[in-house]
């Protein structure tokens, strides 16, 4: 479909909208009358320890009538006699209780094991308990004291089939996917905040959310349909409640630090390089050792630093019946563990909300603003590879002076991370703005529509400033020079839904019919220009202050999404379940034929325990659900079934000679791509037992990729230069297990709980299209029925420890295998037997894939006093060591680990092969030497925190005051011996692999939370 009728159509859904609008407002006018025999009902809610709670939410049945209770559990309003108040408080079950008197009070039980809790899904909510669809609930408590500063880092251990892998740099997101790897572009789910599609990284402030919610099967998540493929964390932010102001500040400082290799000091690092040599001098590489510099340098030291996070928060909130209002303030600063590293962040919420009658409305604004002063290169490679022998200055080298490789004093490549920190410094400065406007109608108590407008603007300033020096051996004395570059991304959204819910005798059904019309566009425009302007010795980042020649260039891209979507949902007697749902998208991104699609699913629950035959007392609920779906993705780019052209050609013709713009096309395209789709499968059970102290749920899914799309290289010979064209191509498989355990209960004074998860997903490539069997990258292979990430490398049999060794080492045929090989040297399968070591010989010895991955919380309250410890852990997969395979035994003159005991006519070890400097026979990075086992278990997060009691707070005038510590990532077990195993992910292709990572600090935090 063009572009003007994706407007036409959405300007005629926004009229059609509005005189909806209208028309229900003015029915519900007349349905707003007085209701005979009303009384002034007031009353007291308390939780089970007998404390009144503040906030509850006191709602006349049937209608939009209520109110909140005020800081002593209190509360007022007027209803019929006979009308039913239903009661709820996060984190509390639901009840409901008949009006008799003009007094009504109640004791709110706790939910957290009952199931009874009610959960945010796509466009609405349900009862947890009657939830048909595969979802998690992350409760906020869990996530209020983490070191974590993004949602995807701060959920990480506590969801069963949701992988989290995070780094410690500053002002980096974390990397979440759900349920597996299931396309080869971009695995990132799609984030719903407040109803607004968004990102998951750095622009949501922790202390602002009220709940979380991960849809990880078709069913709960085709409602997003083409955007849902890889599933959807769905985010709502804290709203106020009727009564007075309430004033919430909390502040948190740690203390962050890294993990540090154990690396040889300058003498042990001479001692094993002159070996080295020696060995290099025999076999005729070079002719003398190295004239070693002088210097004494602890590249960790030089590099890494210990960090100081600080973030505060202070929220306002409170309102009236017919208004309420949410504001906070977030500041963080985070001051980096790595030398030239930091970030700030500062955001801006303000969330309103009114009813007036059967009409509500409200608003989500949102502002943000972050500076990130990025890092250059990758230090944690570089503090291996660097001698200790040289110094991190060093005035003999010009320009610059920083110390770096010589080829007679310290012969390597490896590259100053102090002078490149230094001379290429990146800043990134962000500016977003985000809001929703909604207003919704409600008639007849069973239908609600409901018009909702969302804008987001994204400002991103990048200010690259490379200044004269250099940082490696060999490297050209480059210009200084100045890049800027902008970025500005916006979207606005238009959605119309109407929710339809009645009940009648045993009969509940809930219906929503919405469309959605989604733009897109992003434009960037960049500038560089050569020799800034320096005064003594100071740059200055303008770029009229340079005089050097400049260039610049940019490029703008527009998508829009136009969107049908419907749910129907019944239950019968509170015992079955049934909800079909369906989504038609058409996205810009395709070409027009194959630019719409449908996703639907259906999904069914069966509540045994509801039966009459079924008579087990320790079982308080007892449901299975089995559902079936289809989701899509087209995530592309903007254009990329057009013809890309070429104007740069020129061409000089006639007398007198002139010269002529020539068009060429630069990059064939596939002008019939469509959407890849998701298949899937799930199959379920919630039970809870004991009076609904223990719960459990376990999911069986199965999901089939098809049609991905991918860009298949072409030959050159085609004409084809302007990149690969995408195509519909591989599809993936990943089927598994997930279960969820729970358990909640006191002893005395002490309240307690228990919540464990298990996840075992197996990943199958079944296709890669075109006849492609096999995808290599240097260190995996994906072959069809292998897994994505499956390492394909040389196979060592440990170490020639004689010359008869190597003689005898033949093939079938008598062949000797490596007739180069000296004993210390490593010895290594000749996998197809044809007497030599070749790329043939390569083979899978070990996948990236986890066959099982855990979570653990455990949490417990006494008195004034809470603890909580979570710790989460992956088993059953290899990790390849990249830092092992960086030092890679003197080949270099890197430096290595001091655990080192190579080979030696004195020692004849099996493990580590004799050093040679200048020969990688025994240092090349794709051999299986450097795969480890990453199983691991991590203590993530130990939280002891003291609640002063209320009676001194009520004295303080205040409502609560807390203080915490925090001690994060202090515990891991694991025999991996990286810095870390719980590192970012690399890529699709190279799971697992430590290139080598950036380690997740270690840290302790301090908070204080109070409340007036």
Known sequence: MPANEYVSIGKKAIARCKGLLLVLISMSVIQLTALAQTLQVSGTVRDGK??????????????????????????????ARGSILVFSYTGFETQEKKVQGAAVDLVLRDSDASMGEVVVVGYGTTRKKDLTGAI????????????????????KGLAAGVKVTSTGQAGESSSITIRGIGNLTNNNPLFVVDGFPTGGGMDLNLQDIESIQILKDASSAAIYGSRAANGVVIITTKKGKEGPMKVDANSQVSVNWLPRYKLLNRDQYIHFDDMAYDEAIKAGIVTHRQNHYPGNTDWQDAVLKQGIKQNYNLSLSGGSRTGQYFVSLNKLSDGGTVYGTSFDRYMFRVNTAGEKGAFSYGENLYFLSTRQDGMTGNPFADLISMPPTVRVHDPLHQPGGYGFGNP???????????????????VNKSNTIRGNVFAQVRLFNALTAKLNFGYTADFENDNTLRKRGNWTMGQANDDDYITKSMNKHQTLLVENTYNFKKSFGRHDIEALAGASYQKDNTED????????????????????????AQTGGGQYGEARLLSWFGRISYTYDDKYLLTGTIRRDGSSRLPESGRWGNFPSIAGAWRISKESFFDVPFISDLKIRANYGVLGNANIGYWDYIPVMNTSPRAVFGSPETVVIGTTQSQLVNTNITWEKKIQQNYGVDAAFLNNKLTFTGEYFIAKSKDLLVALPILASTGNNGGNPIVNAASLQNKGIELTLGWKDKLGDVSYGVSANFTSIRNKVLDLGYGKVTNYTFLTKAGIGQSLGSFYLYKTLGIFQTQAEVDNYKNKNGTVIQPNAKPGDIKYDDYNGDGQISSDDRQIVGSGWA????????????????LLVQGYGRFGYKIWNGARATAGDFAN????????????EQNHSNTQPRLIFGDTRNSRGDQDRWLENGSFFRIGEIALGYNLPQHICDKLRMRNLRAGITATNLITFTGYSGLDPDFKDTGIFTLAVDGPSYPNPRSVLFSLSFGF
């Open 851 to 866: 066959k099982y991955e855990a979570g653990l919380s455990l949490t417990a309250q006494w008195k004034g006093f809470d």
């Open 50 to 79: 007998g404390h009144p709670v503040e906030g509850a939410s006191v709602i006349v049945k049937g209608t939009t009538s209520g109110t909140s209770t005020d800081a002593n559990g209190r509360f007022t309003l007027s209803t």
């Open 893 to 904: 003159n890197n430096n290595t680990f001091s655990n080192i005991s190579p080979w030696t």
């Open 525 to 548: 425009v960049w500038t560089t220009r050569l020799n800034p302007l320096v005064i003594n010795g100071q740059y200055y980042n303008s770029l009229n202050s340079a005089t050097g």
């Open 136 to 155: 998690s609930v992350v409760r906020t408590e869990n996530i209020a004291n983490r070191v974590s500063t993004d949602l995807a880092g701060a959920i």
């Open 408 to 426: 007679d004093s310290a012969n390597t490549y490896a590259l100053n991370p102090v002078a490149q920190q230094d001379i290429m410094g990146v």
